[in-house]
């Protein structure tokens, strides 16, 4: 899957350059912006969930988190670029969850951790966490496990050991927050 914004950005260098500079800066993107790629990613998630139900003839729960965790490997590097990411930076690659919740007008970030090898962050606003605590079976849950996935695909695509938390802290659980931790996985000879 390719952004359509990054494709925009491909044939328009200076306005790339101009969106990249907005971003490092932490200014918040334009409305317009901003629905068209959250958009975009969940027309994407649907597609591939169906793809697999096409596909198979049935869709279980391991099926859709590899699907997602798929497409989050395939927007790694546009999303690495798009947001300056330094791939050998917890903090950085953290990064990815402030720009996706951004997407979702997720606020209330609380920085717990910030080390060279972990970075664990509280959210407190979620407008959708009403809606999917709500939601029946778990479906709610489920979502932010599907994005929660997605972003594992984008992270190890970037830099095998770096990885996220499998969720257990969220709003959609009923918690006060969600909470989500970027970390080194440690191999031998490394950190």
Known sequence: MKFHLYQYFETHPRQKQAAK????LGLPLPERMKRQIA???HAEMLVRLTAVILQKGTLDWQQA???QYELGQEI????ADILSLQTNDVGSLAKIVDFLHGLLDIGGKQVVVDTAGENVCRWTNCP?????KGSPNGAGVAYCHLYQ???KGVLFAL?????ANTLEITQSLGKPYCEIRTFWECWSGLL
């Not at 500079?21 to 490092?24: F, L, M, T, V």
């Not at 790694?76 to 999303?79: F, G, L, N, R, W």
């Open 39 to 41: 958009n975009q990613i």
């Open 76 to 79: 790694a590097a546009q999303t």
């Open 21 to 24: 500079w907005w971003i490092r």
């Open 149 to 151: 996935e997605m972003y």
């Open 128 to 132: 959708l966490a009403a809606q999917l």
């Open 159 to 163: 830099n095998p050991n770096a990885r």
């Open 65 to 67: 988190l590899a699907a």
